[in-house]
């Protein structure tokens, strides 16, 4: 590396590609001329550190299941880096990794000890000793703010501590984002083994990413491109391409942006790189260096290969499955825990490799994946319509930019609510009581009801900073506040609110969960509570408006609840194809029923919540899955099992569906056409053993699993 230190007032990202070169001096080459060296100046200068003290960790990708496979990092190169570093006297240097998903399902996958099997020699070519640290070990406070993705999630002191993070990814493509670079590399560094299950399924893995790259970025990236790895399952199975380069960068953003386009790809193709660039931008200034035509003989995964993914990776039951049994293993290195996954994966693995080539096999593969996404759609439909308390309530972050809020922001919102409560006060209620009107397509409405709780003894037990959560069908969000009183009391707070679709009925026409960001401003009288609400955000595009107001205010029969709101919610496309205003009474009842539901049962939760009772809906994910001895059947299993229990319900139905005489169920239709029946007490009988089947045979199931497991 030169060692002439220069200012740069841009961002930069050099390609340096040479067939005709050793991989070292290539290496050597790209970080020179992308400023690498003064990069770490830099940093060291702002932090008045010697060389010696100056703390350099290097994150490789480690996703490596076999010697020096090229599905990761090549160890060899990333020792040649230490080397380079110590050349340059930046001798306190460490690489590091968190233990993934594959620890679960495969023995061997500790970081020191996959390290070691997988070509690391913990001293380099040169004689220099370097250490391998476990980002899943000395987990601290990482001071992730209130309303992120992340608030309360840990980090290793080993990576936080360190002065100057390289993230040092592999090039190669991934089934389900299109490829996987510095940001896929980047979420390695969460230190919950089980990160499938924690950052994709309980958090969402683009909100995830976003907040770890603002809040613990990286100061260098370089992508090793030396032998890339392509194909539709870039990181499952090796199938290496040899494209002699390196993409270095002082931006992540920017070092994935030029990976993508040699990849010939969309840069924003992978929803964690878009969801990154829409909410961060690339650098100001920023200029790229290098040849940017695309890979020759490149091959990235299909849309259909990636859609198909996606959509399959939405239960944890099919994730959990499509890991074990898709990763091509080095099983002498790294042998399955159970049997089962090795079995699965000796069937499918080996023959899914070549899907590129082999139009059956991946058209086998994108069928497979659909298969499985619709029976997930299928449990999640039948969980909203029948089994609410079955499901997970939904973990995020608030898309609100706090910073940018001001004082007027929140004191325009009572100014904008209350005119539309002086409309209602003169329109007539309906038969259940609620007051309605149409704005510009939008419903506002008004609803009261008086709860036998004194106004007390209410507020006490009912927050009305936390009223819009406590509203019927609210799966989760995020709050936080933004000013409080002198009496510490929420003034002003922003939140995000998940819904199930509203009517739940609409799940069947493809309808969207109800995602909305609001700022509200809270008012305490004497007498009264009050909460005003503005919808600011719809992640989904699923609320055109979501405004409104709670009041609580004191009377003499308890606590008077009032609500008034404006919303509009979009349509599924099959109902986009009519116009409801061509047949107003039908309108009319499927409005009136579902407001009327939904507020008639959001009065149920202030009163469950004024007498102690917890008034949501769902259930918690267990947060440290993967981190104990699996003492209990695993959540897939129990996954597996609440399908069964589905499946039998459905199997009951259907059993039971044909009309028949008073105590009699149709057993079939004879030769001469004439319907015989049976009594109701055969029917319940096979209708019970159905379930009894399926519940049993999920039961043993588990307990296989189990049993192989140890």
Not at 145 to 150: K, N, R
Not at 262 to 291: I, Q
Not at 593 to 612: C, I, K, L, P, V
Request: proline content about 4%; hydrophobic content about 40%.
């Amino acid at each position: 590396m030169s060692t002439t230190v220069t200012s740069l007032t841009y961002s930069r990202v050099c390609i340096v590609q040479d067939d005709r070169s050793e991989a070292a001096e290539l290496l050597a080459e790209v970080l020179q001329r992308s400023g690498f060296e003064e990069a770490l100046e830099r940093e060291r200068g702002r932090l008045d550190l010697a060389k010696a003290d100056f703390r350099i960790l290097i994150k490789p990708d480690m996703e490596l299941f076999d010697y020096r496979a090229c599905t990761g990092t090549d160890p060899h190169l990333v020792e040649e880096l230490i080397d380079l570093l110590h050349d340059n006297g930046y001798t306190n240097v460490a690489v590091a990794d968190a233990e993934g998903s594959a620890s679960l399902w495969l023995d061997n996958r500790e970081v020191l000890v996959l390290a070691d099997l997988a070509g690391y020699r913990f001293v380099t070519a040169k004689g220099n000793d370097y250490e391998v640290l476990n980002l899943s070990e000395s987990p601290v406070d990482a001071g992730f703010p209130e309303g992120s993705a992340l608030a309360g999630t840990e980090l290793s002191e080993h990576w936080l501590s360190a002065h100057f993070r390289i993230n040092f990814c592999k090039n190669k493509t991934d089934e389900a984002h299109g490829f996987a670079l510095g940001l896929y590399n980047l979420l390695g560094v969460l230190p919950l083994k089980a990160k499938s299950f924690h950052y994709r399924l309980r958090l969402r893995q683009e909100e995830v990413a976003l907040d770890l790259y603002r809040h613990s970025p990286v100061h260098f990236t370089v992508i090793d491109a030396w032998q890339s790895n392509h194909g539709s399952q870039g990181s499952r199975s090796p199938n290496p391409l040899s494209t002699c380069a390196f993409i270095a960068s002082d931006s992540l953003l920017l070092a994935d942006w030029a990976g993508a386009l040699k990849m010939d790809l969309d840069p924003y193709l992978s929803t964690l790189n878009a969801a990154v660039l829409r909410a961060c931008g690339l650098p100001r200034n920023y200029r790229m260096e290098g040849d940017l035509m695309p890979w020759p003989g490149w091959k990235s995964p299909s849309i259909h290969i990636r859609e198909s993914t996606a959509k399959r990776n939405a239960s944890p039951l099919t994730q959990r499955l499509a890991e074990a049994c898709l990763q091509t293993v080095n099983t002498d290195l790294f042998p399955f825990k159970n049997m089962v996954d090795g079995r699965l994966n000796a069937l499918l693995a080996h023959r899914l490799r070549e899907i590129d080539d082999n139009s059956a096999a991946r058209w086998g593969l994108t069928a497979l994946n659909y298969a499985l996404a619709n029976l997930e759609q299928f449990r999640q439909a039948w969980q909203i319509l029948f089994d609410k308390d079955s499901l997970h309530r939904m973990e995020t972050r608030l898309n609100v930019d706090l910073d940018q809020l001001a004082d007027a922001d929140f004191e325009a919102i009572e100014d904008y609510i209350l005119p539309f409560q002086s409309i209602l006060r003169y329109t007539l209620p309906d038969r259940n009581g609620m007051r309605r009107r149409y704005i510009d397509g939008s419903v506002i409405f008004e609803y009261a009801r008086i709860i036998p709780v004194p106004f007390e003894e209410f507020v006490q037990n009912v927050d009305i900073c936390q009223a819009v959560q406590m509203m019927y069908d609210n799966m989760g969000g995020a709050r936080a506040v933004v000013k409080t009183d002198e009496q510490g009391r929420a003034m002003y707070q922003a939140e995000r609110d998940l819904y199930l679709p509203q009517p739940n009925w609409m799940v069947l026409f493809g309808g969207l969960h109800i995602d909305v960001d609001k700022i509200e401003v809270i008012r305490y009288g004497e007498n009264s509570r009050h909460n005003f609400w503005r919808t600011v955000h719809s992640a989904n595009q699923s609320a055109e408006y979501d405004d409104g107001m709670v009041a609580f205010e004191k009377d003499p029969g308890g606590t008077r609840v009032t609500i008034v709101a404006r919303q509009k919610f979009a349509l599924p496309l099959f109902w986009q194809l009519f116009d409801m205003d061509y047949l107003p009474d039908v309108k009319e009842a499927l409005v009136a029923d579902a407001y009327s539901r939904f507020f008639t049962r959001t009065m149920a939760n202030f009163e469950a919540a004024a007498e102690g009772r917890v008034p949501y809906v769902g259930k918690s994910w267990d947060t440290r899955y993967g981190e104990h001895t699996q003492d209990g059947i695993p959540p897939e299993i129990e996954h597996l099992k609440h399908l069964f229990s589905i499946l039998a319900g459905v199997l009951e139905k259907w059993v039971r569906r044909d009309a028949a005489p008073p105590g009699a169920t149709a057993l079939g239709t004879d030769e001469q056409g004439f319907r015989h029946f049976a009594s109701h007490r055969t029917a319940d009988a096979a209708a019970e053993g159905l379930s009894r089947f399926f519940s049993e045979l999920a039961a043993a199931v588990g307990k296989d699993i189990q049993s192989l497991g140890k």
